[in-house]
């Protein structure tokens, strides 16, 4: 037999909403997504959330629970306390469609705007090959979900969106990470592309993406300094200016 436990809920639209109060059962084992569940099974049949997996695998049931961008399918109850009342919030960064679910096109916008992976020319689909080394290097990116935690958390455009068209956010920072170390890629320079077209400058690394990501990716350390790194010892590299400042002439 579970516990009633307190639960805050954001309920509206676009055209805006409030915090609702709950009181529901919890049992032993449960993650927030089984309490949204039980929720719209007894209380709220019309409460709208987006989920899939309940694995942590789709990165479809992402929301805020006590302000933090988590997935609700991995996040215990066992983690708050007993009289801790719960807040479930929708993502802040995009805007809210209704209830628990926002639209969250943006991302795809930004996907759009990557540019592909390109294989050099001549070889065929299936005669692709690579070295193992070079497979592992960036199997740390391809663990991506999606579930844009690390875009949510973002400052950059959490609370700007006016920075949203200039900027692709963490999420295809490490695409880029990973496109920039595939040895069959033929498009040169991703880090230059990432600076000049992706908004990478304005980025100022305080992590707040890496700490969201459900798959523990390191994208700070491992994909943005890197890139910001090696666009700045290009630019500042002397024979590389040298060479910029003859060729401009
Ligand atoms: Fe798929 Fe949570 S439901 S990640």
Redesign the pocket.
Known sequence: MGTKRNFRVWRGDADGGDLRDFQVEVNEGEVV?DIIHRLQATQTPDLACR???????????SMEINGMPR????TRMSTFAPDETVTITPLRTFPVIRDLVTDVSYNYQKARETPAFAPPAGVAPGEYRMQQVDVERSQEFRKC?E?YLCQNTCHVIRDHDENKPPFSGPRFFIRAAELDMHPLDARSDRKEYAQASMGLGFCNITKCCTEVCPEHIKITDNAIIPMKERVVDRRFDPLVWLGRKIFRR
Not at 52 to 61: E, H
Not at 71 to 74: A, E, T, V
């Open positions: 997504l989920w899939n997996c309940k694995a942590g695998k789709c990165g479809s049931c997935l609700s399918c991995m979900i579930c």
